[in-house]
């Protein structure tokens, strides 16, 4: 899988189920603009079609992030 930043190269897919050459985007929980990202994806998911429980769970998700700052930090996205 092809990642954004070099420093996430790190991170992998150990059941083999994303292609080598496919782009991913990772998104942290400390980033200040993630839960907000995944909650403009999960409107346009469920306008789009999407199946509800997918949207459901990325809406949990970002619940979590917004939960997971709460109790920790966040702070904008940078580059090593």
């Keep these: 899988m ?3 930043r070099e420093d996430y190269k790190r991170i992998q897919d150990p059941s083999g189920l994303i292609p080598e050459d496919e782009p991913v985007f990772l998104l942290r929980g400390q980033d200040v603009l993630a839960s907000d990202t995944i909650y403009f994806w999960a409107d346009a998911a469920e306008k789009a079609g999407v199946d509800s429980k997918m949207v459901e769970a990325a809406r ?3 619940v979590a992030m917004d939960i997971w700052q709460a109790k920790h ?3 904008v996205p940078d580059m090593p």
């Design 2 to 4: 092809k990642h954004a």
């Design 73 to 75: 930090f966040s702070k």
């Design 60 to 62: 949990n998700h970002a």
